[in-house]
């Protein structure tokens, strides 16, 4: 019954390391592959033992169940002190191994000696084969060899309460709770002369719960991770945290940039309140488990840059949670300050010579204009006022907010009032001063000012100002004498075919020469000014400014009143 067991139990250590092997790990653990690996050896051996219907068989057995108080120990001993991060030098884990591999060698050229057992005899009962054995004077070797095994992980556990650093308790307890009950069940089984042994379905068990540990314990392990190069000699800092914001483990670099690490528990959260959580618990939730995500801080006058990205333990595995590389970006960031100055210098230089360039600009517009407003004796003053009323009906309008006009579009509209009559320097002065009613072939000559108007817009400011800019003076030069109803020129647009800022420009256009003295009229009254323009509203004007016009209508009159005072 108990071979069958141990059967059971053998593969079960079998599928658990085919498990491991099948996983794909990009690298593995050399202390727990190892126990991988001999755990089923030394199950065999105990299956032989318990199977075996010879003496012969039993001695071979015994010398396989030998290499778990030997090698297995010695394993399952310096993946302790890997666990609480201390790595022996190599001379170290020479005596270690060399001692344990001599003991079992000594075991095996005299097991049938009468050395370690003067006798092996073979009883069958009814839960299976036992082997009553007889002790040797050379077994005592083995117990002393025990009892120093015991004393090393005593001590080793001892370093752990003491050094109370960043490593792994569930690990440790698992291999502590693994050697420990080895020992209590190999002494219960000495002084209680028990003829059948616990200790294979304890491995099997401990084999098994390291398996299912066995993906934490390479998040443990920084060079589990990234490679030993860069976790040892990288100017690079690594923090590495699960998905439940537990700290798993980081490299030597780490502790520069954040010294509170070294007194950090591992498999625990950050320690509350610290700066520490603070900073990498909002790296962490600017992440969405999607590539890489990069933050920027500053830390004791040094700016840092931390990318964050999800990692695994195998190469189609899972991911288990975020490896934070931090690394010293001062020098960087002195550089991009420089260059970021350097920038802002030529940027200043720049919009001085584009307001430079805008000044030489207006001023050749404004000297065009005031040029076709000395030969053209029936508008003086024209361009000046439009441009100053246009900006109080923009005003108004963003007010209501009755058309989308930013401030942006507004300056634009206003900044190309200037421009909406430069196409009647074509114009002959025979025409453009007549007193009189214009004749139908005079007015067409006229109606062509502003499809000129439009083309020298483009001629001037095509190629050197913004595209917005000049899309807008082209729109207000060359369509401001559309009319809502389609009766306008020169394309005969309708309703919102015509662009808003030639609508504007349209009301502005028509209101001054309603309202200023002209040669051939004198001014009009506000009242009666007003009243026409509230009638071509639908049929001049876009009905949708009827409330702009009226909203401002005070301001306007103000300003004329006010400039027709000053020309006194």
């Known amino acids: 019954m108990f071979a069958i067991a141990y059967g059971i139990a053998l593969l079960v250590s079998i599928f658990v390391w085919l498990y491991i092997a099948v996983k794909q790990y990009d690298k593995v653990d050399p202390y727990c592959y190892a126990v991988f690996i001999l755990v089923p050896f030394v199950l065999l051996g105990y299956w032989i033992k318990y199977s075996a219907k010879s003496s012969e068989a039993v001695i071979v057995s015994i010398c396989m169940t030998y290499a778990e108080s030997t090698i297995l120990l010695t394993i399952l001993m310096f993946a302790m002190l890997r666990t609480i991060g201390i790595r022996p030098r ?100 000495c002084f209680g002369d028990i003829n059948f042994t616990l200790r294979p379905f304890l491995y099997v068990i401990c084999d098994v719960f390291l398996a299912y540990n066995y993906d934490r314990v390479l998040a443990h392990d920084i060079s589990a991770i990234i490679s030993s190069q860069q976790s040892e000699q990288s100017a690079r800092g690594y923090v590495i945290i699960d998905f439940n914001k537990h700290f798993l483990s980081c490299n030597q670099k780490a502790y520069e940039f954040w010294p509170e690490l070294k007194n950090q528990r591992v498999d625990e959260y ?49 991911s288990r949670g975020y490896i934070i590389d931090i690394r010293d970006a001062s020098e960087e960031q002195r550089v991009l300050d420089l260059m970021q100055s350097y920038n802002d210098s030529l940027n200043e230089q720049v919009v001085s010579a584009t307001e430079n360039i805008r000044n030489i600009q207006n001023k050749i517009v404004s000297g065009m204009a005031g040029m076709i407003e000395n030969r053209d004796n029936n508008t003086g003053g024209h361009v000046r006022r439009t441009s100053d009323i246009i900006k109080i009906l923009i005003d108004e309008i963003r007010r209501q907010g009755t058309m989308p006009i930013d401030e942006t579009f507004g300056n634009d509209i206003v900044r190309a009032a200037p421009m909406h009559d430069l196409g009647k320097i074509i114009v002959e002065n025979s025409i453009l001063n ?135």
């Open 434 to 568: 007549k007193p009189g009613k214009l004749t139908d072939e005079e007015y067409e000559i006229m109606k062509m000012h502003s499809t000129k108007s439009g083309e020298m817009v483009m001629i001037l400011l095509d190629g050197v100002e913004e595209e917005h800019f000049v899309k807008t003076a082209y729109h207000v030069a060359r369509f401001h004498h559309e009319r809502w109803d389609g009766r306008g020129y020169p394309e005969h647009l309708v309703g919102t075919m015509i662009p808003i800022e030639a609508r504007i420009m349209a009301i502005v256009d028509v209101y001054d020469a309603l309202v200023s003295k002209r040669s051939y009229k004198a001014p009009m009254s506000f009242e009666k000014a007003s009243a026409i323009m509230c009638e071509g509203m639908g049929t001049q004007f876009d009905p949708n400014m009827r409330a702009a016009f009226l909203g401002c209508r005070e301001k306007l009159e103000d300003y004329y009143r006010q400039h027709n005072e000053n020309q006194k």
């Open 90 to 189: 190599m001379w170290v884990k020479l005596i270690g191994y060399g001692l344990a591999f001599a003991h079992l060698y000594l075991v095996w050229v005299n097991i049938d000696s009468g050395m370690y057992y003067k006798s092996v005899t073979v009883v069958r009962t009814i839960e299976g084969t036992i082997s009553e054995i007889v002790a040797g004077p050379y077994l005592v070797a083995h117990v002393i060899y025990l009892g120093l095994m015991f004393a090393a992980i005593i001590g080793i556990l001892i370093i752990a309460y003491l050094k109370d650093g960043t490593y792994s308790r569930k690990t440790l307890n698992l291999y502590s709770s693994a050697v420990s009950l080895g020992f209590v069940l190999y002494a219960a089984e």
């Open 270 to 318: 950050l320690q509350d309140g610290s700066e520490v959580a603070r900073m990498l618990y909002a790296i962490i939730l600017s992440h969405d488990k999607q590539g890489i995500k990069t933050k920027k801080y500053k830390k004791d006058g040094m700016t840092c840059v931390a990318d964050i990205e999800t990692f695994t333990v195998s190469a189609k595995g899972p």
